[in-house]
T-cell receptor
Framework: GAGVSQSPSNKVTEKGKDVELRCDPI?????LYWYRQRLGQGLEFLIY????????KSGLPSDRFSAERTGESVSTLTIQRTQQEDSAVYLC????????????FGPGTRLTVT | RKEVEQDPGPFNVPEGATVAFNCTYS??????FFWYRQDCRKEPKLLMS???SGNEDGRFTAQLNRASQYISLLIRDSKLSDSATYLC???????????FGTGTKLQVIP
């Protein structure tokens, strides 16, 4: 079946512009995560959605970052007024209930802020 | 203290060698543990879950030590294709919320 998809795969933007990244989770997966990974660094948790519960936003680095999810489907991560330090790969993952929390990752969006 | 800690490495080992990584976690209530593998410029993928009784999958063995709050991954007969970053994953606060370690880099040398 289809895996987690993300778009765009690559995004180059100018400093100060807003960007929107999209994630389509695996159908039926109730949990959805966003991570950031800078070059050569580990995964940095950003936000977590679980069904209709309030999202865990504890990893968002500043108020320039926000994310939404419509029900248990697509999610968008928005970065406003991008800065050069926002350059990274943004990874989305989803997991199903009862799967022992295995996460399935999308291929990521590589964001470059010039 | 970080929720999940790993030695970043790199571990440089010759082909055929046995190598082991440890990962410590801070939340004694954690219930689920995993090892993921991440190849260069690729997304992480599940390598194996870690069960309380320990588990083995071919050349890979995972162990859990709840008393000392760590998990381990043992790779026997290392192959060049094992070169990757190995991420430790532990469930943290809340249902299904998981935390990734920063990873241990393994380089298998011919």
């Amino acid at each position: 079946g289809a895996g987690v998809s993300q778009s765009p795969s690559n995004k180059v933007t100018e400093k100060g512009k807003d960007v929107e990244l999209r994630c389509d989770p695996i159908s039926g997966h109730t949990a959805l995560y966003w991570y950031r990974q800078r070059l050569g660094q580990g995964l940095e948790f950003l936000i977590y959605f679980q069904g209709n519960s309030a999202p865990d936003k504890s990893g968002l680095p500043s108020d320039r970052f926000s994310a939404e999810r419509t029900g248990e489907s697509v999610s968008t991560l928005t970065i406003q007024r991008t800065q050069q330090e926002d350059s990274a790969v943004y990874l989305c993952a989803s997991s199903a209930p009862g799967d022992g929390y295995e996460q399935y990752f999308g291929p990521g969006t590589r964001l470059t802020v010039t | 203290r970080k929720e999940v800690e790993q030695d970043p490495g790199p571990f440089n080992v010759p082909e055929g060698a046995t190598v082991a990584f440890n990962c410590t976690y801070s939340n004694s209530a954690s219930q689920s543990f995993f090892w993921y593998r991440q190849d260069c410029r690729k997304e992480p993928k599940l390598l194996m879950s870690v069960y309380s009784s320990g588990n083995e999958d071919g050349r890979f063995t995972a162990q859990l030590n709840r008393a000392s709050q760590y998990i381990s991954l043992l790779i026997r007969d290392s192959k060049l294709s094992d070169s990757a970053t190995y991420l430790c994953v532990v469930n943290g606060r809340g249902y299904q919320k998981v935390t990734f370690g920063t990873g241990t880099k393994l380089q298998v040398i011919p």
